[in-house]
């Protein structure tokens, strides 16, 4: 199947079947992703990375570096188009139809159980990339990222003193934290 069709579906796929925002699309993406080869979990895991610290819907920058990846310009433009196609299409037909949807005690049982299947999957990204990211080998092994630990424990005091504080805070000041301390201890 030739890329650029591939990318398309795939990615309309991943629009369409995952509710809950660019952070439930992550066990998918990586399914999709990895599970074809077109990235290994660790470089999913970077441009997660990437796609977070840059502005815009996480989804939307993760579907375009992943498109840019795998076909340049060309690609990102598919890969970003078909993520947000599905999102498009649900909301043009439900704005048309927004009255008798909210009415229904079916859709509200069925949204009521949509969030509580969300916070589970987001619960368990978080698990999995902390697990990945700082307990990659064993506890006691040279593996365990000391750095991030610390750096992760920091931004979680920061968080809890300072009620109030910026995400755009957040990253910058986790990026400085990071290019000093794996300058000064480098990547273990």
Known sequence: MPVLVELSI?????GLFTIGGGYAMIPLMQSEVVGRGWLTLDELINFFAIAESTPGPFAVNTATLIGFQQFQILGAIVATT???LPSFIIIII???HISSFMDNVYVKSILNGIKAVIAGMIFSIVVNLSIKNIFSK????????????????FVFLLINIKKKISPIFIIVISGFLGIILYSIWGYV
């Not at 795939?10 to 991943?14: A, L």
């Not at 092994?141 to 991030?148: L, P, T, V």
Request: net charge negative; proline share 0%.
């Open 94 to 96: 439900v704005a048309k």
């Open 138 to 153: 064993d506890f006691f092994s040279e593996g365990f990222d000391y750095i991030a630990l610390f750096i992760m424990f």
């Open 10 to 14: 795939v990615f309309f796929m991943i």
């Open 82 to 84: 078909s993520v947000i």
